[in-house]
């Protein structure tokens, strides 16, 4: 049973992992059309009126939270981690912006071993180093990658590393719903007051991006706030690597932007990492 629960939790990561890489092609389009913190706003309104819908029948226990200082938090770095790749998307490509997200699994696993007690053992930590190397091939350091907007990119790292660990935190004893509630609501309610000041007219075309970065924002979000309820954290970071391989795809169909030989050799690196982590895991009992 605990062995189905973590390919579960695997298999939604990377299905969420899948909704925010498109989310990001949307935000990505919206970033030469209108302001950035109105495609902030979409993204969160979207998700608090969905979730509102979603749960009326039961919104009194939805809302009820036994940690609410915890869900404000997760909800304010989350908006922080969007926030931060949102502007970066001004200047940096899908795959470049990518590429520095996976130093994020890193910060999760030794932060998932110091705060929340989970095991970090040699096998996660060498598959973590080499997916590292991989996203490192990609991203070659020393190119324009490594720009003002790239360090906007670090914060959002940083935030949500802090936000994955908050989440594995808060699903040991909150529901989903509840969580998913919490992070779209404040996130609304702080960007209410900011967007009015930010406004600008929009075309009928902008519409379907920006119902899109709310949708497919809050599946992801939902899909990962279960992985987390589900499986280690530790376990679960290296498979967001997956994220350079969607990233490269949507830069091509989306954006005409192809990756070179290096972007083919750090995917092929990162997959195998986490292929080799799944096996370990899911298949190999140890002794």
């Known amino acids: ?61 939805v809302v009820h939270t036994q940690r609410p200082g915890l869900q404000v938090f997760r909800a304010i770095v989350l908006l922080g981690t969007t926030g931060f790749f949102f502007f970066g998307f001004k ?37 973590a180093a080499v997916a590292l190397i991989g996203a490192m091939i990609v991203l070659r350091p020393g190119t324009d990658a490594f720009t003002p907007y790239a360090l906007l990119t670090l914060g959002g790292v ?53 119902l899109g970065v709310g949708l497919l924002g809050t599946m992801g979000q939902l899909l990962l706030i279960r992985a987390l309820s589900m499986a280690p954290a530790s376990l679960l970071a290296p498979f967001t690597y997956v994220a350079l391989i969607f990233s490269s795809v949507w830069g091509v169909v989306f954006f005409n932007n192809y990756p070179d030989g290096p972007v083919y050799i750090g995917a092929l690196v990162i997959v195998g990492a986490g292929l080799y982590v799944w096996h370990r895991e899911t298949r190999v009992k140890t002794s």
Request: glycine share 4%; proline share 3%; charged share 15%.
């Open 158 to 210: 940083i935030c949500y590393s802090t936000y994955a660990l908050a989440t594995r935190y808060a699903g040991r004893g909150e529901d989903v719903w509840t969580s998913l509630f919490y992070t779209g609501t404040v996130a609304t309610l702080v960007l209410c007051v900011m967007v009015p000041f930010f406004w600008q007219p929009l075309e009928a075309s902008d519409l379907p991006y920006m």
């Open 91 to 127: 200047k940096m490509s899908l795959i470049e912006t990518t590429a520095l997200m996976q130093t994020a699994p890193i910060l999760i696993m030794i932060g998932a071993a110091v705060f929340l007690g989970e095991t970090f053992g040699i096998r996660r930590a060498v598959a």
């Open 1 to 61: 049973m605990a062995e189905n629960n973590v390919a579960r939790g695997i298999a939604l990561m990377i299905a969420a992992t899948l909704m925010f890489t498109l989310m990001d092609v949307c935000a990505k389009a919206l970033s030469t059309r209108v302001d950035t913190v109105q495609t902030l706003w979409a993204r969160y309104t979207v998700q608090m009126v969905l979730v509102t819908l979603i749960v009326s029948p039961r919104l009194r226990s």
